[in-house]
Protein backbone atom coordinates (compact mmCIF):
# COMPACT_ATOMS: atom_id res chain seq x y z
CA UNK A 1 0.00 0.00 0.00
CA UNK A 2 1.23 3.21 -0.99
CA UNK A 3 -0.37 6.78 0.33
CA UNK A 4 0.60 9.88 -1.88
CA UNK A 5 0.12 13.61 -1.04
CA UNK A 6 0.58 16.24 -3.44
CA UNK A 7 1.94 20.02 -2.26
CA UNK A 8 3.06 22.80 -3.85
CA UNK A 9 0.12 24.08 -6.19
CA UNK A 10 -1.14 27.78 -6.13
CA UNK A 11 -1.78 31.01 -7.95
CA UNK A 12 0.89 32.44 -10.06
CA UNK A 13 1.70 34.43 -13.21
CA UNK A 14 2.74 33.43 -17.02
CA UNK A 15 6.37 33.05 -16.95
CA UNK A 16 6.47 31.84 -13.56
CA UNK A 17 7.74 28.58 -11.73
CA UNK A 18 6.40 25.90 -9.35
CA UNK A 19 7.98 23.01 -7.48
CA UNK A 20 4.99 20.26 -6.72
CA UNK A 21 6.31 17.66 -4.34
CA UNK A 22 4.73 14.25 -4.16
CA UNK A 23 5.24 12.81 -0.89
CA UNK A 24 4.98 8.87 -0.20
CA UNK A 25 4.51 6.53 2.68
CA UNK A 26 5.98 2.91 2.61
CA UNK A 27 9.52 1.45 3.21
CA UNK A 28 9.57 0.66 -0.94
CA UNK A 29 8.83 3.47 -2.23
CA UNK A 30 11.94 2.84 -4.41
CA UNK A 31 10.42 -0.08 -6.38
CA UNK A 32 7.68 2.34 -7.45
CA UNK A 33 7.54 4.01 -10.62
CA UNK A 34 5.48 7.83 -10.47
CA UNK A 35 3.75 9.50 -12.93
CA UNK A 36 2.39 12.78 -12.97
CA UNK A 37 -0.61 14.03 -14.94
CA UNK A 38 -3.30 16.92 -14.70
CA UNK A 39 -7.21 17.44 -15.16
CA UNK A 40 -7.92 20.62 -16.61
CA UNK A 41 -11.61 22.33 -15.97
CA UNK A 42 -14.25 19.89 -18.76
CA UNK A 43 -11.14 17.72 -19.78
CA UNK A 44 -9.59 14.44 -19.54
CA UNK A 45 -6.73 13.74 -17.19
CA UNK A 46 -3.36 13.93 -18.73
CA UNK A 47 -0.11 12.72 -18.72
CA UNK A 48 2.57 15.21 -17.76
CA UNK A 49 5.89 13.17 -16.66
CA UNK A 50 7.04 10.19 -14.89
CA UNK A 51 9.93 8.82 -13.39
CA UNK A 52 11.13 5.08 -12.76
CA UNK A 53 11.95 3.84 -9.83
CA UNK A 54 15.63 4.71 -9.04
CA UNK A 55 15.64 7.75 -11.23
CA UNK A 56 17.38 6.43 -13.98
CA UNK A 57 14.64 6.86 -17.05
CA UNK A 58 11.93 9.57 -17.24
CA UNK A 59 9.56 10.83 -19.68
CA UNK A 60 7.92 14.00 -20.48
CA UNK A 61 4.76 14.89 -22.23
CA UNK A 62 5.88 17.03 -25.43
CA UNK A 63 3.68 19.98 -23.96
CA UNK A 64 6.11 20.38 -21.26
CA UNK A 65 9.42 18.98 -22.61
CA UNK A 66 12.56 21.87 -22.15
CA UNK A 67 9.65 23.18 -19.37
CA UNK A 68 9.03 20.57 -16.83
CA UNK A 69 11.57 18.57 -14.89
CA UNK A 70 10.77 15.38 -12.85
CA UNK A 71 13.11 13.94 -10.46
CA UNK A 72 13.17 12.08 -7.03
CA UNK A 73 14.63 11.67 -3.65
CA UNK A 74 14.31 8.02 -2.67
CA UNK A 75 15.67 8.95 0.64
CA UNK A 76 12.63 11.20 1.33
CA UNK A 77 10.40 9.08 -0.31
CA UNK A 78 9.38 12.75 -2.44
CA UNK A 79 8.83 13.13 -5.99
CA UNK A 80 9.06 15.84 -7.28
CA UNK A 81 7.88 18.08 -10.53
CA UNK A 82 9.93 21.39 -11.34
CA UNK A 83 7.70 23.47 -13.58
CA UNK A 84 9.17 26.32 -15.01
CA UNK A 85 7.85 29.33 -17.99
CA UNK A 86 4.50 28.34 -17.00
CA UNK A 87 1.66 29.27 -19.36
CA UNK A 88 -1.92 29.98 -18.41
CA UNK A 89 -2.80 26.17 -20.29
CA UNK A 90 -0.97 24.59 -17.49
CA UNK A 91 -3.64 25.71 -15.61
CA UNK A 92 -4.86 22.41 -13.82
CA UNK A 93 -5.46 19.98 -10.46
CA UNK A 94 -2.26 17.98 -10.69
CA UNK A 95 -1.83 14.69 -9.55
CA UNK A 96 0.82 12.04 -8.71
CA UNK A 97 0.33 8.32 -9.17
CA UNK A 98 2.50 5.28 -8.37
CA UNK A 99 2.87 1.97 -9.85
CA UNK A 100 5.46 -1.24 -10.54
CA UNK A 101 6.39 -0.24 -13.89
CA UNK A 102 7.09 2.60 -15.61
CA UNK A 103 4.23 4.18 -17.91
CA UNK A 104 2.54 6.88 -19.78
CA UNK A 105 -0.59 5.20 -19.37
CA UNK A 106 -2.97 6.78 -16.34
CA UNK A 107 -5.21 3.61 -16.58
CA UNK A 108 -2.16 1.72 -15.32
CA UNK A 109 -0.96 3.17 -11.81
CA UNK A 110 -2.62 1.69 -8.88
CA UNK A 111 -2.19 4.67 -6.31
CA UNK A 112 -3.21 8.21 -6.78
CA UNK A 113 -2.72 11.46 -4.72
CA UNK A 114 -5.85 13.87 -4.22
CA UNK A 115 -4.05 16.32 -6.48
CA UNK A 116 -2.96 19.90 -5.85
CA UNK A 117 -4.08 22.90 -8.06
CA UNK A 118 -2.02 24.92 -10.51
CA UNK A 119 -3.24 28.34 -11.68
CA UNK A 120 -1.45 30.49 -14.16
CA UNK A 121 -2.85 33.54 -14.88
CA UNK A 122 -1.90 35.72 -18.38
Known amino acids: QVQLIESGGGLVQAGDSLRLSCAAS????????VGWFRQAPGKERQFVAA????????YQADSVKGRFTISRDNAKNTVFLQMNSLKPEDTAVYYC???????????????WGQGTQVTVSS
Open 97 to 111: AADLRLTMALNNYIY
Open 51 to 58: ISGTGSTT
Open 26 to 33: GRTFSRYS
